[in-house]
């Protein structure tokens, strides 16, 4: 099987991957055995991971039943749905890697409450070892089984959901305790978990955060979508905070899934109708509900993922009062961890204006429908490049006067 692709060099030297959605059916058309005419590419998600390079997500469904002469599926005997996810080598095999830990307690504390295992998706196929493909030098890609019936998060609870429904709360609920359990998955040392060669010696938060915003604040001036003035600004309130080591409260390395701006539609769930009083499986209480009960499944994607901090997440920054109640704690305790997560905040704009700037935008208008949320629907938020400079210069300004001690 081979993928046809039209990398191009980005400005800081990585590679962008850019495959034409033709040359995506024609491959699962392979995988499965199927006419390419049967493939429907659902989304196509594309990050620029740690100014490491492009990763691809496409979540595809395809049946197998008989094909009318539109291209379009008549009465089909079954669908399936799979994940697509092309990147480099190296951040898939530590993908498949991070599948194969567990969370566990940290301190011995007797009364913690039991972490749950993460779902991580059964892999159908991959090729780390490229022996297959025709993709750029390093990349290679893995193929996941999407469970039957289940749905993206976003496509079930959206920003039009009221947060103080009963779908919403339990949402946030399970999405909290899944968190807990994804934090204290623990590693020997911080940095990007595809990088070990120049990471695994780095014992200290504080010295992995700098070295990974001063990569991003470099790699943003290069492609010119900050100033010189930007760039100081946030030099000078990077010394005062380092000066008062804001970032050495960190005790041990934890598993940080998306340290972005915001999730793209990979975590699954499933939704079962439930008329009568339900107890969580947490057994923190009872939930009336007269809406469908969520289960998550499944959680794709983890390209992005950092041994660091938990307030690095993108699901603590603004995290619900149900939310906090799965998690088991809220993480903020001192005025120092809220100028903690504008730096990561500003982070995170930084990296999104990299990838902006060295990244094509996904073409949404050839693939076959909107699996995720848009700009306008769903929970999912869509930045330009517009919108990303204002975050980054109000961050700036509130980091300013923000405490460090």
């Excluded at 993928?3 to 030297?13: F, H, K, M, Q």
């Excluded at 289940?150 to 946030?172: F, H, N, W, Y």
């Excluded at 793209?264 to 009336?288: C, H, K, L, M």
Aim: charged share 25%; aromatic share 8%.
């Amino acid at each position: 099987m081979s993928l046809s692709n039209n990398n191009a060099t980005s400005e800081d030297g990585s590679q962008n991957l850019s495959i034409d959605i033709s040359s995506i059916k024609a491959f699962i058309g392979e995988f499965a055995g199927i006419d390419d005419a049967a493939v429907r590419v659902l989304s196509e998600d594309q990050k620029n991971v740690h100014s490491a390079g492009t990763s691809l997500v496409y979540y595809i469904s395809y049946g197998t039943g008989k094909e009318a002469k539109d291209n379009t599926l008549e009465e089909p005997n079954e669908d399936v749905h799979i994940v697509l996810q092309i990147a480099r080598s190296d951040m898939i095999k530590v993908t498949l890697e991070l599948f194969q830990m567990k969370p566990m307690s940290f301190g011995g504390d007797t009364e913690e409450k039991e972490t749950v295992p993460i779902p991580f998706p059964k892999v159908l196929k991959t090729d780390v070892w490229r022996t297959e493909t025709s993709l750029p030098e390093e990349h290679s890609y893995v193929i996941f089984n999407i469970a039957e019936g289940t749905v993206p998060l976003s496509s079930v609870i959206s920003a039009q959901t009221p947060p103080d429904s009963l779908l919403a709360q339990e949402g946030d609920r399970r999405l909290g305790s899944l968190f807990s359990s994804v934090h204290k998955t623990f590693n020997l040392w911080y940095g990007i978990p595809s990088q070990p060669a120049d990471w695994s010696e780095c014992i200290s938060w504080q010295e992995c955060f700098t070295a990974l915003f001063h990569t991003a604040l470099m790699s943003a001036e290069r492609a010119g979508v900050i100033d010189k003035s930007m760039v100081e600004q946030l030099q000078r309130a990077m010394f005062h905070a380092v000066a008062y080591f804001l970032f050495d409260d960190v005790e041990v390395p934890s598993l940080v899934h998306n340290p972005g701006l915001e999730w793209g539609p990979d975590i699954f769930v499933s939704q079962s109708d439930s008329r009568s009083d339900r107890i969580d499986s947490e057994g923190e209480g009872g939930v009336s509900s007269d809406s469908a009960a969520i289960d998550i499944v499944a959680m794709y994607d983890w390209t992005n993922a950092l041994w660091g901090d938990p307030l690095m997440e993108c699901a603590l920054r603004k995290p619900s009062k149900a939310f906090l109640e799965g998690y088991g704690e809220d993480p903020i305790l001192f005025e120092r961890q809220e100028t903690k997560k504008l730096w990561y905040l500003a982070y995170a704009a930084l990296t999104s204006l990299v990838q902006k700037a060295n990244s094509k935008t996904p073409g949404s208008s050839q693939v076959d429908s909107n699996l995720g949320a848009d700009s306008t629907e769903g929970s999912r938020r869509v930045w330009d490049v517009e919108s990303l400079k204002d975050l980054l210069l109000q961050t700036a300004e509130k980091l300013k006067d923000a405490p460090c001690y």
